[in-house]
């Protein structure tokens, strides 16, 4: 299961704060973070960590604006979110799942579980 919380409604050029914790899943080696998907277009990835090697990895949309990062242990991560654009309203999905070197850090194939979404809403 995957427990996701933050998100709201916030003015652009304001902050927002995801939290996700998955628990039920081990792993040695796994990749965990998040995508969205805006109103009409297709589920993205935003920002994730691959375990063996703690390496984060950004869209180009979000790079320099977000921060992904392990927060209180294994299988836990928080996504600050900065300087943020009506561009970037979306429901936000919290993801986990076994690293595979065939596919990129933001694909979606990687992730076994999925949370249910947080919406957030940036406000020009």
């Known amino acids: 299961q995957l427990q996701a919380s933050g998100g709201g409604l916030v003015q652009a050029g304001g902050s927002l704060r995801l939290s996700c914790a998955a628990s039920?899943?081990?792993?040695?080696?796994?990749?965990i973070g998040w995508f969205r998907q805006a109103p009409g277009k297709r589920r993205e990835g935003v920002a994730t960590?691959?375990?063996?090697?703690?390496?984060?990895h950004y869209s180009d949309s979000v790079k320099g604006r977000f921060t992904i990062a392990e927060d209180n242990g294994k299988y836990s991560v928080y996504l600050q979110m900065n300087r943020l654009k009506p561009e970037d309203t979306a429901v936000y999905y919290c993801?986990?799942?076994?690293?595979?070197?065939?596919?990129?850090?933001?694909?979606?194939?990687?992730?076994?579980?999925w949370g249910k979404g947080t919406q957030v809403t940036v406000s020009s």
């Open positions: 960590i691959s375990s063996n090697d703690e390496s984060t």
């Open positions: 993801a986990v799942g076994r690293y595979s070197s065939w596919y990129g850090p933001l694909d979606e194939p990687h992730m076994d579980y």
């Open positions: 039920g899943f081990a792993s040695d080696n796994y990749i």
